[in-house]
T-cell receptor, first 120, second 114 residues
Framework: AQKITQTQPGMFVQEKEAVTLDCTYDTSDPSYGLFWYKQPSSGEMIFLIYQGSYDQQNATEGRYSLNFQKARKSANLVISASQLGDSAMYFCAMRERVLGYGGSQGNLIFGKGTKLSVKP | DTAVSQTPKYLVTQMGNDKSIKCEQNLGHDTMYWYKQDSKKFLKIMFSYNNKELIINETVPNRFSPKSPDKAHLNLHINSLELGDSAVYFC?????????????FGEGSWLTVV
């Protein structure tokens, strides 16, 4: 079963508007971390924001915020005031605890990504 | 200063050759990784290496072998390259394997097998 689901293969947003990129996850571990990464056309993977499963407040980093709804197992990324430089692939990812043999090895599991295009 | 650096960035080679990709991190992290990104942009773990403990993804062919001379370096050696090995390979590192620790990636190595 897919552990990270990003249902939007591609999205368009007008410059200066806000955009929400969807991410749902699946885990039975109560302790996990959720991450968003940006991959511009140049190819590097840039860490954007982190949310811990026990965090009470939604994470924010500048124009990025994470809308964390634990009961719904969703961790949507909100980008405010989109800029042309925000055009990129965005990946949602999850780390579970290391559970040993046959269980999670604590690696980062990625969704398939959402390609965001910002229009001038 | 680049936190996670990998070389070469681009590599074009013929089928059957053996090649290596080098990776170094200057973050003082205990755990290093190799990820593969396929043509559909899907990222998948290949290996993680934590304090001399190697965790292998079962789906990785044994033509791929990681080598870690020390905690700051994790190189990837590939034997008998095949067309299907063409991909982007990312080296990464994190403080340790804790769920809350961010994994930082290198810039990627574009491997093309012809």
């Amino acid at each position: 079963a897919q552990k990270i689901t990003q249902t939007q293969p591609g999205m368009f947003v007008q410059e200066k508007e806000a955009v929400t990129l969807d991410c749902t996850y699946d885990t039975s571990d109560p302790s996990y971390g959720l991450f968003w990464y940006k991959q511009p056309s140049s190819g590097e993977m840039i860490f954007l924001i982190y949310q811990g499963s026990y965090d009470q407040q939604n994470a924010t980093e500048g124009r990025y915020s994470l809308n964390f709804q634990k009961a719904r197992k969703s961790a949507n990324l909100v980008i405010s005031a989109s800029q042309l430089g925000d055009s990129a692939m965005y990946f949602c990812a999850m780390r579970e605890r290391v559970l040993g043999y046959g269980g999670s090895q604590g690696n980062l599991i990625f969704g398939k990504g959402t390609k965001l295009s910002v229009k001038p | 200063d680049t936190a996670v650096s990998q070389t070469p960035k681009y590599l074009v080679t013929q089928m059957g050759n053996d090649k290596s990709i080098k990776c170094e991190q200057n973050l003082g992290h205990d755990t290093m990784y190799w990820y593969k990104q396929d043509s559909k942009k899907f990222l998948k773990i290949m290996f993680s290496y934590n304090n001399k403990e190697l965790i292998i993804n079962e789906t990785v062919p044994n033509r791929f072998s990681p080598k870690s001379p020390d905690k700051a370096h994790l190189n990837l050696h590939i034997n008998s390259l095949e067309l299907g090995d063409s991909a982007v390979y990312f080296c990464a590192s994190s403080q340790d394997r804790g769920a809350g620790n961010t994994i930082y990636f290198g810039e990627g190595s574009w491997l093309t097998v012809v």
